[in-house]
Nanobody
Framework: QVQLVESGGGLVQAGGSLRLSCAASGRTFSRYFMGWYRQAPGKQRDLVATINSGGSTNYADSVKGRFTISRDNAKNTVYLQMNNLKPEDTAVYYC?????????WGQGTQVTVSS
């Protein structure tokens, strides 16, 4: 089972930036499909961005042009750079690792954007 540890959340004013990190266990991180999801209070968990083993990325329409997902295979880490944050980005952000058809989730990190 892949273990994930997220960090980088916090409180920021609208228009500000944050960078989330997700460190993964395992010696085959470069093969993992990685993603970021978020869940606001009372809402379902939604996709934010994904990156596959080849580096191809996918974004939710609501974050395109503002968020960037990237990975550093040497550090077993995936990042989410979030710029021009909006109050509607407030949520708990979860890291996903998918390997051999099995999903693993991190514990989540809170992002709060004040207006």
């Amino acid at each position: 089972q892949v273990q994930l540890v997220e960090s980088g959340g916090g409180l920021v004013q609208a228009g500000g930036s944050l960078r989330l990190s997700c460190a993964a266990s395992g010696r085959t991180f470069s093969r993992y499909f990685m993603g970021w999801y978020r869940q606001a209070p009372g809402k379902q968990r939604d996709l934010v961005a994904t990156i596959n083993s080849g580096g191809s990325t996918n974004y939710a329409d609501s974050v395109k042009g503002r968020f960037t997902i990237s990975r550093d295979n040497a550090k077993n880490t995936v990042y989410l750079q979030m710029n021009n944050l909006k109050p509607e980005d407030t949520a708990v952000y979860y890291c996903l690792a998918r390997a051999w058809g099995i999903d693993a989730w991190g514990q989540g990190t809170q992002v709060t954007v004040s207006s």
